[in-house]
């Protein structure tokens, strides 16, 4: 096993840029301690170590333990630490995002609050999950009806493949017994993605209430962005795992489709999509740490001075 040396002085932040780090890694039913400038994890089989300043996010699953240490040497390298399911199928808490830089809350925030940006992000969504429609020149109303006609025309297709007997979407919120085992299947499946959507707009630092698609719910942009995977992912488990059984439905829903989603990345890839939708082709400095000041016409200045016209000591910091 491999045993992370000592190092300089240099703090735990300085040793890799964010770039160069992994998005993701994921611990379960464990203890998460410090050694120097590592993470160590420990459970029956033994102890591996983690260098912190490697991590992007640490996602926290199923039966761990994590000491002060650890997250002392996490909050010093700029890591984001997320408590979730496992897998990420559920999202419990999160900590602060794994990037420094507000460049993706403040575009979000920039889109949405202008109608027309807003309308154009959700085309875009609409295009991302069904790319063989153009959904340009559409209104907020066309878009909901082609969306609403697509996702009844992914539930029938997939009830004829698995020979399930299909009589619509029906779902009583608060009673998850309510529908058939095809539709406890959709329902359960629904919820996972909502938890992989959370953990990947909380570790970009988003704004998870400003919704392009959805409105009026704390977790807007999170449904928005589960809903771009509920035909390609969501139903199709649900429907396989709904075929082969009635029994245990909701876990066995939850654990196929944990399987499916590590399998395929989808984090990495909620992550990407969503930088795509909020700042298309542009570089995003995560490791930046700065601080401006607003100034008229959009222009920002130096944080850490004092601006006053008539002010002898401009230089100086203003506390």
């Known amino acids: 096993m491999a045993i992370v040396g000592r190092r300089g002085a240099s703090s735990p932040r300085d040793l890799t840029r964010m770039a160069d780090r992994l998005s993701f890694v994921y611990l379960e039913r464990c203890t998460v301690h410090r050694e120097d400038n590592a993470l160590t ?24 333990r994590v000491t002060h240490q650890a997250m002392s040497v996490l909050g010093d390298s700029g890591a984001g630490v997320v408590w979730v399911g496992e897998r990420g199928v559920r999202f419990y808490s999160g900590g602060r995002s794994l990037s420094r830089s507000s460049a993706l809350v403040e575009a979000q925030a920039t889109k949405w609050a202008n109608q027309r940006t807003r309308l154009e992000v959700a085309r875009q969504m609409y295009r991302m999950r069904f790319p063989d429609e153009d959904p340009a020149g559409l209104t907020r109303h066309e878009l909901l009806g082609r969306e609403g ?16 007997v299909w009589n619509g979407r029906q779902y009583l919120p608060g009673d998850f017994t309510s529908g058939d085992p095809a539709n406890q299947a959709v329902t359960a499946a ?3 993605m909502y938890g992989i959507a959370q953990t990947a707009v909380a570790a970009l630092g988003c704004a998870p209430g400003l919704g392009f698609i959805h409105s009026g719910h704390e977790l807007a942009f999170v449904l928005d962005i589960a809903d771009l995977y509920k035909t390609e992912i ?12 009635p029994d245990d439905i909701g876990s066995r829903t939850r654990r196929a489709l944990r399987d499916q989603i590590n399998k395929m990345g ?4 909620c992550v990407e999509d969503i930088k795509q939708l909020l700042l298309p082709g542009s570089a995003i400095d995560a490791d930046i740490d700065r601080v401006t000041v607003q100034s008229d016409r959009g222009m920002e200045l130096t944080a850490g001075r004092n601006y006053a016209a008539d002010s002898s000591d401009s230089d100086e910091v203003p506390w």
């Not at 420990?42 to 199923?62: C, K, M, R, Y």
């Not at 996702?151 to 493949?161: E, G, M, N, S, T």
């Not at 989808?266 to 890839?269: A, F, V, Y």
């Open 41 to 64: 994890a420990e459970d029956a089989d033994g102890v591996i170590h983690i260098p912190s300043a490697t991590i992007g996010t640490l996602l926290l699953g199923p039966g761990t």
């Open 149 to 164: 006609r697509r996702v009844k025309a992914c539930y029938r297709h997939h009830a004829v493949r698995t020979g399930i």
């Open 190 to 192: 629904a919820q996972c």
């Open 234 to 245: 969501a139903i199709p488990v649900a429907f396989d795992v709904a075929a082969k059984s």
């Open 266 to 269: 989808l984090l990495k890839r």
